[in-house]
């Protein structure tokens, strides 16, 4: 189970040590802080930051799932699909399956995302226009440190986002990747909500 793997989270002030401290002046709202600008946005707005990956992968993989013998949200699904195929043509999309596949399990199709400014355009339309099905959004990063079974597993549980429902992955399933040593705390067949 993915609550079992220690994970290792480097903090997120690295390189900020020597910033001087921020202000405490609160902006026009009276609830939010006034920052110090600096007149350079963040290099995130142009490209992943590490260890996302900006190369062939992309980003960021989305599922959307539907329950395949639901015959409102199998039809629904479809038609999104097909809706996302013809708004965002530059977008990677796949096959639309109609039976569970990989640690997936339920039917769905899958979006790559490649840039920051493709994620923030189709995350929020996502919201809007997922209707009844459920999203698992994770991230594909290239730490090459670390195993691959055991970066897919933090990839598809700790580092996901979800929108609707959250739906259990077989997470076993990466114990079958090359260099696994993801055998912590998962019985032959465990499933994961992430």
């Given at each position: 189970?993915?609550?079992?793997?220690?994970?290792?989270?480097?903090?997120?002030?690295?390189?900020?040590?020597?910033?001087?401290?921020?202000?405490?002046?609160?902006?026009?709202?009276?609830?939010?802080?006034?920052?110090?600008?600096t007149?350079?946005?963040?290099?995130?707005y142009?490209?992943?930051?590490?260890?996302?990956?900006?190369?062939?992968?992309?980003?960021?993989?989305?599922?959307?799932?539907?329950?395949?013998?639901?015959?409102?949200?199998?039809?629904?699904?479809?038609?999104?699909?097909?809706?996302?195929?013809?708004?965002?043509?530059?977008?990677?999309?796949?096959?639309?399956?109609?039976?569970?596949?990989?640690?997936?399990?339920?039917?769905?199709?899958?979006?790559n995302?490649?840039?920051?400014?493709?994620?923030?355009?189709?995350?929020?339309?996502?919201?809007?226009?997922?209707?009844?099905?459920?999203?698992?959004?994770?991230?594909?990063?290239?730490?090459?440190?670390?195993?691959?079974?055991?970066?897919?597993?933090?990839?598809?549980?700790?580092?996901?986002?979800?929108?609707?429902?959250?739906?259990?992955?077989?997470?076993?399933?990466?114990?079958?990747?090359?260099?696994?040593?993801?055998?912590?705390?998962?019985?032959?067949?465990?499933?994961?909500?992430?």
């Open positions: 189970m993915a609550s079992s793997l220690r994970f290792d989270y480097p903090s997120p002030l690295a390189g900020y040590e020597d910033a001087p401290p921020l202000p405490e002046e609160r902006a026009e709202d009276g609830k939010s802080y006034r920052n110090p600008q007149g350079i946005l963040s290099s995130a142009d490209t992943f930051t590490e260890p996302l990956d900006n190369g062939r992968r992309g980003g960021f993989d989305v599922h959307i799932y539907y329950f395949q013998t639901n015959p409102e949200q199998s039809q629904y699904a479809r038609q999104l699909w097909e809706r996302i195929r013809r708004e965002f043509p530059e977008l990677r999309i796949y096959t639309f399956w109609d039976r569970p596949v990989g640690p997936h399990p339920v039917a769905m199709f899958e979006v995302l490649f840039t920051p400014a493709q994620f923030g355009a189709f995350i929020p339309w996502l919201a809007v226009w997922r209707g009844p099905l459920s999203v698992l959004i994770h991230p594909n990063t290239t730490e090459t440190d670390v195993p691959e079974a055991e970066r897919e597993l933090r990839n598809h549980t700790q580092r996901a986002i979800w929108m609707g429902e959250r739906l259990s992955l077989d997470v076993a399933r990466f114990r079958a990747l090359p260099g696994s040593n993801v055998s912590q705390g998962a019985g032959s067949g465990e499933k994961a909500a992430s």
